[in-house]
């Protein structure tokens, strides 16, 4: 068998403060935003383009994003695409989301340094 791989790597920011939830079984799932931009040119000059991502963290790196994530901290994280689909009225809707692996928090919304879950700062 060949050997794939299945990576993502982001940096940028939050959309929204995580949904954090419990399932049946008491594990805990978050749910955030992240947007990434990127400037493409234009017969003016360039547009920046804003790409939205859906971000699913378990278990403890839930916990991390309840406690630090908030809208608008600048965040790196590595994980892996999910594809899948679910139906509405009759119609079947394609999702896709990165399950995150890693989560480093680059900077907080307001500028000032995060405290980050060893108790220590994390600067800008």
């Known amino acids: 068998?060949?050997?794939?791989?299945?990576?993502?790597?982001?940096?940028?920011h939050a959309g929204r403060d995580p949904d954090v939830?419990?399932?049946?079984s008491g594990v805990k799932v978050a749910h955030l935003s992240l947007a990434t931009s990127r400037r493409i040119?234009?017969?003016?000059?360039?547009?920046?383009r804003t790409e939205w991502h859906?971000?699913?963290l378990w278990d403890r790196l839930a916990q991390l994003a309840a406690d630090y994530v908030r809208k608008g901290d600048r965040l790196y994280v590595e994980g892996r695409m999910e594809y899948d689909a679910f139906e509405k009225?009759?119609?079947?809707?394609?999702t896709?989301?990165?399950?995150?692996r890693e989560l480093v928090?680059?900077?907080s919304a307001n500028g000032k340094a995060e405290a980050g879950p060893d108790g220590g700062a994390e600067d800008d």
């Open 89 to 94: 009225n009759g119609v079947t809707i394609p």
């Open 1 to 12: 068998m060949s050997r794939s791989v299945n990576k993502v790597i982001l940096v940028g």
């Open 21 to 24: 939830q419990t399932t049946a």
């Open 105 to 107: 928090m680059l900077g």
């Open 41 to 48: 040119p234009r017969e003016n000059g360039y547009e920046d």
């Open 96 to 100: 896709a989301e990165v399950h995150v």
């Open 54 to 56: 859906r971000l699913t």
